[in-house]
């Protein structure tokens, strides 16, 4: 089992920036690959980034690209989301979350271990 949990969540003005962390435990997450998803009040769950158990391949939504960076630190089982330039659209809940297999990385369901979620909010 892993568990996860994020921090990093808050309040922040169009343009501002945040750093989002998923600390996990139970399990040392170096052989896992590492997502970032995000929820928004009355919509789905969307892919928003995804860091391969190495730190090779990082993959990105399209909206996210250029502004989000996704980075891990496996000594530390920790995975960070540095989000720069935050625009309003970007207010969600922020999950992270751990899979063994990188297929299907942009799909949810493809993700075994989950982690409770931090609230991110950007006002105009």
């Known amino acids: 089992q892993v568990q996860l949990v994020e921090s990093g969540g808050g309040l922040v003005q169009a343009g501002g920036s945040l750093r989002l962390s998923c600390a996990a435990s139970g399990r040392t997450i170096s052989s896992y690959h590492m997502g970032w998803f995000r929820q928004a009040p009355g919509k789905e769950r969307e892919f928003v980034a995804a860091i391969d158990w190495s730190g090779a391949i990082i993959e990105y939504t399209d909206s996210v690209k250029g502004r989000f960076t996704i980075s891990r630190h496996n000594a530390q089982n920790t995975v960070y989301l540095q989000m720069n330039s935050l625009r309003p659209g970007d207010t969600a809940v922020y999950y992270c979350?751990?899979?063994?297999?990188?297929?299907?990385?942009?799909?949810?369901?493809?993700?075994?271990?989950w982690g409770q979620g931090t609230q991110v909010t950007v006002s105009y």
């Open positions: 979350a751990a899979k063994r297999s990188w297929n299907d990385y942009v799909f949810s369901r493809a993700y075994d271990y």
